[in-house]
C-alpha cells in the first residue's frame, strides 16, 4: 500500500493534521464505522514514516486481523472508505479556514428560510470584513461580487417595486472581477509564450485593452496594473509601459498578497532579461535594481527561504555590472538564508563565479571542485565554467577531456529539458570548434553564433572568438 493514493497523502498531513482527522474519523457525525476507526488508529501510529515494510497490504491486514486468513477485497473497502474520508476532511477544513466562504453559505441558507434577522445581521458582519479585507486583487472583486449578487437575490424576496442599488453592484463587481481576471490570462499566457514553445491563443487582448481605456468604473489597481502589464508584453520596444508598471507597483503593493506581488515583479524582471538579451544593456542595472525591490519585498522567499535560483541570478547580474564588492558581501550576508541543503553548494559556486569574474581562475577552480553535484544544474554549470576556465588558461588537453566527457553526460542525461539539452549541447560543440582555431571551422562557427537555437553562453563565445588568433 505504499504507493496507494491514501498513504501518499497521509504523508503530506502535518502531525497537528493527523490528530484533528482522528477526531474526524471518530466523530459519528462522519463516520459510522468501528472498522474504519480502527484501521485509520493503525496507520497514524506508522506516522510519518509510513516505512515501507509496515505499509505492506499483507503487513497492515495481519496488524488489524491477525487471526483471520488475508483478504483483499475487505483492505479494499477500508482503503477506499478512508480515503473518502480524508479527502472530506481536507474539503471540510478548508471550508472552515475561509471564513466568507461560511457566511456566503449561510446567507444563502437564511435568505431560503425567510430569516431576515439571522440574514442582516450576517450580511452586516460579512460587509464589514470585505471593507477590511487588506488585498485589492481579483479575489477581492469576487468576493464582492458574490455579497453583491446574494444581496440582490434577498432584495427580489422581499417583493419590493424599488430601485436597488445592489443589482448595479453586483453587475460592476462582475465586470471588474472578469476583466481582471481576464488580464491576468492574458499576461500570463504572453508571458509563456515569450519563455517556452507554448502555442496559446490570447483571445480578446486587444478588446479588453480598449474595454479599459474606455469605462472609467474598470479603473482599479489591480486592472491597471495588469492592463499595463498587457501592453508591455505586447509592445516590448516601449519602455514607458514598463516605466508605469514600476510605478504602479510601487504604488500599490499593499493591495497584493505576497504571492501575486510576486508575480507583478517577476513581470517587471523578466521584462528587463529579455531587453538585454535583445541587446539592449542599458537594462542590465534596471534589472538589478528590480532584483533588490523583489529581495526588499520579501518575495524571492520560498517557504522561508531565498530562493537559490533567485540568488544565483542575482549573483550573476551583479557581476556582469562589475559590482564585485556588492557581490562578495552578498553571497557571504545571503548564504545563510538559503534551505540547508543548498547553503554549501551555493556557496562554493557563486564564489567560483566572483573569482571567475575577477580572473582569478586557480581560486574559482578550487571552489568549483568542492561543489557536490547532487543537483543537475549546479553539475552542468559548474562543468561549463571549467570549460571557460580550461579554454581561458588555454590548457587545451584538460578542455578537450573535459568536452569529450560533458558532451557524452549530457547526451545520456535525462534529467533536463530538450531545449535545455540542446543548449548546453550547442555549446560544447561550438567551443569545440573555437578550440581548434582553425580557418576552415570559422563560416560553421561563426552560423552557430548567430542562428537563434539555444546556445549556452553565446555572449562568451562571441566574445572568445573575436579575440580568437587563426592558424
Not at 298 to 320: C, E, H, Q
Request: charged share 25%; glycine share 2%.
Amino acid at each position: 500500500m505504499e504507493d496507494s493514493k491514501l498513504i501518499e497523502l497521509l504523508k503530506t498531513f502535518s502531525t497537528k493534521e493527523l490528530r484533528e482527522f482522528n477526531e474526524f474519523v471518530v466523530s459519528p457525525f462522519f463516520n459510522k464505522n468501528a472498522e474504519l476507526v480502527r484501521f485509520y488508529e493503525h496507520l497514524r501510529s506508522l506516522a510519518p514514516a509510513f516505512a515501507a515494510s509496515k505499509v505492506t497490504r499483507e503487513a497492515i491486514f495481519l496488524a488489524l486481523y491477525p487471526k483471520d486468513k488475508y483478504n483483499d477485497k475487505q483492505l479494499n473497502y477500508l482503503n477506499n472508505f478512508l480515503l473518502k474520508l480524508a479527502e472530506q476532511f481536507i474539503a471540510y477544513t478548508r471550508f472552515k479556514d475561509n471564513e466568507l466562504t461560511e457566511r456566503y453559505h449561510l446567507l444563502e441558507a437564511y435568505n431560503q428560510r425567510n430569516l431576515d434577522k439571522h440574514y442582516q445581521f450576517i450580511y452586516n458582519q460579512t460587509n464589514k470584513l470585505l471593507d477590511e479585507w487588506p488585498n485589492r486583487n481579483h479575489e477581492f472583486y469576487q468576493l464582492q461580487y458574490l455579497l453583491a449578487d446574494i444581496s440582490n437575490r434577498y432584495f427580489l424576496k422581499q417583493q419590493i417595486r424599488r430601485y436597488d442599488d445592489r443589482l448595479q453592484l453586483a453587475g460592476d463587481y462582475l465586470d471588474q472581477y472578469y476583466v481582471v481576471t481576464k488580464l491576468k490570462y492574458c499576461c500570463e499566457m504572453l508571458d509563456r509564450k515569450m519563455s517556452i514553445a507554448a502555442e496559446y491563443e490570447v483571445r480578446f487582448a486587444n478588446v479588453i485593452s480598449k474595454l479599459v481605456d474606455d469605462n472609467a468604473v474598470l479603473a482599479t489597481p489591480s486592472i491597471a496594473i495588469y492592463h499595463t502589464i498587457l501592453n508591455m508584453l505586447l509592445d516590448m520596444g516601449n519602455a514607458e509601459w514598463f516605466k508605469k508598471l514600476v510605478a504602479l507597483t510601487e504604488e500599490h503593493k499593499a493591495y497584493f498578497p505576497m504571492e501575486e506581488l510576486k508575480d507583478l515583479y517577476s513581470y517587471a524582471i523578466n521584462y528587463c532579461i529579455r531587453r538585454v538579451n535583445q541587446g539592449a544593456p542599458e537594462f542590465l542595472e534596471e534589472l538589478f535594481k528590480q532584483y533588490l525591490k523583489s529581495l526588499d519585498a520579501g518575495t524571492l522567499m520560498d517557504g522561508g527561504f531565498l530562493s537559490p535560483w533567485a540568488y544565483k541570478n542575482l549573483i550573476g547580474v551583479g557581476l556582469r555590472l562589475k559590482k564585485f564588492d556588492w557581490t562578495e558581501d552578498f553571497i557571504k550576508d545571503y548564504n545563510e538564508k538559503l534551505s540547508p541543503e543548498f547553503r554549501a553548494n551555493a556557496l562554493h559556486y557563486n564564489l567560483a563565479e566572483l573569482r571567475y569574474y575577477q580572473k582569478n581562475y586557480d581560486k574559482a577552480l578550487v571552489h568549483l571542485n568542492q561543489v557536490e553535484f547532487s543537483d543537475i544544474y549546479y553539475n552542468l554549470d559548474t562543468k561549463k565554467m571549467m570549460l571557460k576556465i580550461y579554454y581561458e588558461l588555454d590548457e587545451i588537453d584538460a578542455l578537450l577531456s573535459l568536452l569529450a566527457s560533458f558532451k557524452m553526460f549530457l547526451r545520456r542525461t535525462k534529467l533536463i529539458s530538450a531545449s535545455n539539452k540542446v543548449a548546453y549541447l550547442n555549446f560544447v560543440q561550438a567551443l569545440t570548434l573555437l578550440s581548434r582555431k582553425e580557418k576552415r571551422v570559422q563560416p560553421t562557427l561563426q552560423r552557430m553564433l548567430n542562428d537563434p537555437e539555444p546556445l549556452g553562453d553565446r555572449a562568451w563565445l562571441k566574445l572568445m572568438s573575436e579575440n580568437a588568433s587563426v592558424y
